[in-house]
């Protein structure tokens, strides 16, 4: 197994965005055809707008909403200067990854369909098997914390109505246990969609609904920060002693670190997204464009968020802004930025799971080639403009798949410490780590000298607030384990 997955890994195998060669009578794949690409594959459309797309609907989920509350950890000072820098840090690397696409030659290089094939081409080694372990580890991690999240929020338009209808001081909490399943139903149908390609849609979308929240939530802050009555902040965040203890302030402060960290947790999609991409112009430099645009926007829209936010709440911000109610009134924009939150991360929930599907998919399929469970299509509709069709191994997996993160979700729904986690395991070694060690084997940037020092440097620091991060929010986990039980705590 070990080996046919390592096989995979570099011929391809894994991508989100395989789409196999199309055959021709004289055996060739795709000669002479032009709707194929340089590599015999049905040629890209992807465009710098549609990969912005893909890029703010993964960036811009659940963790804009915690930023009001690390911002309040944190305080004036450091908390947006730490949201300024993981930006710059992510728009940096991940322009060094953009020109790993291709091995060699950024323009002329042969292609990468994965960021595990990028890893495979330039590192090799253990260095791929470890890469897929955090890769994987964090995607489905994230499928995880956006089944909580997406209850969560189905819950708030839920408790929203209570609270108009019957007063604040009504209890209002119900079992998400609910939501998580019926989002689950919802993600065992549209997971049955074979790839990224047919997904292009649903990014959209998800990335219009993510704007509409986002803003509603910046508008609510801006609102109460205007009209009050505003909670008390400080530069240092919440104070010691009066808020929280020495040991609790450290513990928090580190996992809003990694809550901001996974505000910013896109790099592991990233080959996948510019692998839809089509050239020319070359592939780097449309990625690079659709990574400023991406980055830039998420930046003014997290800026907004964590400060506003802060303002609004002080050092007594909700976890999570339109769900922690903080706010109560109007209710119903309350309801509809959480069904904004809901149809979004329906959308981000397939462009995090696509690779894990694609992954395993096409490993079986090279394991069992002759396989007709594995391997067979079974078509549904065969129209010129719709064609979908059932393959019965994708369906038993991908539902599995679904109906196990869901399990999860249900026995540990902790919104803040989940993120944190997640932002802490992916941020350094995909983020940072990879794309630095692949750029200085592309470059061939020579050990010790000031570039060599400079990006080993970033490297290492951005290790020590990723180990800082895990280590805070796996703590948290447990403290909110001692006070939960699956299936009857409500929220």
Same mark, same amino acid.
């Given at each position: 197994?070990?080996?046919?997955?390592?096989?995979?890994?570099?011929?391809?195998?894994?991508?989100?965005?395989?789409?196999?060669?199309?055959?021709?009578?004289?055996?060739?794949?795709?000669?002479?055809?032009?709707?194929?690409?340089?590599?015999?594959? =049905?040629?890209?459309?992807?465009?710098?707008?549609?990969?912005?797309?893909?890029?703010?609907?993964?960036?811009?989920?659940?963790?804009?909403? /915690?930023?009001? $509350?690390?911002?309040?950890?944190?305080?004036?000072?450091?908390?947006?200067?730490?949201?300024?820098?993981? !930006? &710059?840090?992510?728009?940096?690397?991940?322009?060094?990854?953009?020109?790993?696409?291709?091995?060699? +030659?950024?323009?002329?290089?042969?292609?990468?369909?994965?960021?595990? +094939?990028?890893?495979?081409?330039?590192?090799?080694?253990?260095?791929?098997?470890?890469?897929?372990?955090? =890769?994987?580890?964090?995607?489905?991690?994230?499928?995880?914390?956006?089944?909580?999240?997406?209850?969560?929020?189905?819950?708030?338009?839920?408790?929203?109505?209570?609270?108009?209808?019957?007063?604040?001081?009504?209890?209002?909490?119900?079992?998400?246990?609910?939501?998580? %399943?019926?989002?689950?139903?919802?993600?065992?149908?549209?997971?049955?969609?074979?790839?990224?390609?047919?997904?292009?849609?649903?990014?959209?979308?998800?990335?219009?609904?993510?704007?509409?929240?986002?803003?509603?939530?910046?508008? &609510?802050?801006?609102?109460?920060?205007?009209?009050?009555?505003?909670?008390?902040?400080?530069?240092?965040?919440?104070?010691?002693?009066?808020? %929280?203890?020495?040991?609790?302030?450290?513990?928090?402060?580190?996992?809003?670190?990694?809550?901001?960290?996974?505000?910013?947790?896109?790099?592991?999609?990233?080959?996948?997204?510019?692998?839809?991409?089509? /050239?020319?112009?070359?592939?780097?430099?449309? @990625?690079?464009?659709?990574?400023?645009?991406?980055?830039?926007?998420?930046?003014?829209?997290? @800026?907004?968020?964590?400060?506003?936010?802060?303002?609004?709440?002080?050092?007594?911000?909700?976890?999570?802004?339109?769900?922690?109610?903080?706010?109560?009134?109007?209710?119903?924009?309350?309801?509809?930025?959480?069904?904004?939150?809901?149809?979004?991360?329906?959308?981000?929930?397939?462009?995090? /799971?696509?690779?894990?599907?694609?992954?395993?998919?096409?490993?079986?399929?090279?394991? $069992?080639?002759?396989?007709?469970?594995?391997?067979?299509?079974?078509?549904?509709?065969?129209?010129?403009?719709?064609?979908? /069709?059932?393959?019965?191994?994708?369906?038993?997996?991908?539902?599995?798949?679904?109906?196990?993160?869901?399990?999860?979700?249900?026995?540990?729904?902790?919104?803040?410490?989940?993120?944190?986690?997640?932002? !802490?395991?992916?941020? $350094?070694?995909?983020?940072?780590?990879?794309?630095?060690? @692949?750029?200085?084997?592309?470059?061939?940037?020579?050990?010790?000298?000031?570039?060599?020092?400079?990006? =080993?440097?970033?490297?290492?620091?951005?290790?020590?607030?990723? &180990?800082?991060?895990?280590?805070?929010?796996?703590?948290?986990?447990?403290?909110?384990?001692?006070?939960?039980?699956?299936?009857?705590?409500?929220?």
């Amino acid at each position: 197994m070990t080996k046919d997955v390592e096989m995979a890994a570099r011929n391809g195998g894994g991508g989100a965005y395989y789409l196999p060669p199309p055959h021709h009578a004289d055996g060739g794949a795709g000669a002479g055809d032009v709707d194929v690409d340089d590599d015999g594959k =049905q040629r890209r459309t992807g465009t710098v707008w549609t990969a912005s797309a893909h890029i703010i609907t993964a960036v811009i989920g659940s963790g804009v909403l /915690s930023l009001a $509350w690390a911002t309040a950890q944190l305080g004036w000072v450091v908390g947006p200067v730490t949201l300024m820098l993981f !930006a &710059l840090i992510t728009y940096y690397t991940s322009g060094l990854l953009a020109d790993c696409y291709r091995t060699g +030659d950024p323009v002329t290089g042969k292609r990468n369909y994965t960021y595990m +094939d990028a890893v495979a081409s330039y590192l090799g080694g253990w260095q791929v098997w470890t890469c897929g372990l955090f =890769q994987y580890v964090n995607l489905v991690g994230t499928a995880i914390g956006y089944t909580i999240t997406a209850s969560i929020s189905a819950a708030a338009v839920h408790k929203a109505n209570c609270f108009h209808k019957n007063g604040h001081a009504v209890d209002c909490n119900v079992y998400d246990t609910m939501y998580m %399943v019926v989002f689950g139903i919802v993600q065992i149908f549209f997971s049955q969609l074979p790839n990224f390609s047919d997904l292009s849609w649903l990014s959209i979308l998800a990335a219009i609904m993510s704007f509409s929240y986002s803003t509603i939530a910046v508008g &609510l802050s801006l609102a109460r920060t205007i009209s009050g009555p505003t909670g008390k902040t400080t530069l240092t965040g919440v104070e010691v002693g009066v808020d %929280v203890t020495s040991a609790q302030k450290i513990w928090l402060a580190f996992q809003a670190l990694g809550d901001i960290a996974f505000a910013y947790s896109y790099s592991m999609i990233l080959i996948e997204i510019q692998d839809t991409v089509r /050239s020319p112009p070359a592939e780097n430099k449309s @990625m690079k464009k659709a990574t400023l645009l991406g980055v830039s926007t998420t930046t003014a829209f997290y @800026m907004l968020c964590g400060c506003l936010g802060y303002a609004a709440f002080g050092n007594a911000a909700p976890g999570n802004m339109l769900t922690g109610f903080g706010f109560y009134e109007p209710y119903w924009l309350i309801d509809f930025a959480n069904v904004c939150i809901v149809v979004h991360l329906v959308g981000a929930y397939q462009v995090f /799971s696509q690779p894990i599907f694609a992954a395993v998919e096409t490993w079986a399929a090279k394991r $069992w080639p002759n396989a007709d469970f594995i391997n067979r299509e079974h078509p549904v509709v065969s129209g010129k403009r719709c064609r979908f /069709s059932v393959n019965m191994f994708r369906l038993t997996w991908r539902t599995a798949f679904v109906v196990a993160s869901t399990v999860v979700a249900i026995v540990m729904p902790f919104f803040n410490d989940i993120l944190g986690f997640l932002g !802490a395991v992916g941020f $350094w070694p995909l983020t940072v780590y990879y794309p630095v060690e @692949m750029y200085i084997r592309q470059r061939r940037i020579h050990k010790y000298t000031r570039r060599w020092v400079a990006l =080993q440097t970033l490297s290492f620091l951005c290790f020590l607030v990723s &180990l800082a991060a895990a280590v805070a929010s796996i703590e948290g986990v447990s403290e909110s384990l001692k006070h939960y039980v699956p299936f009857k705590t409500k929220s």
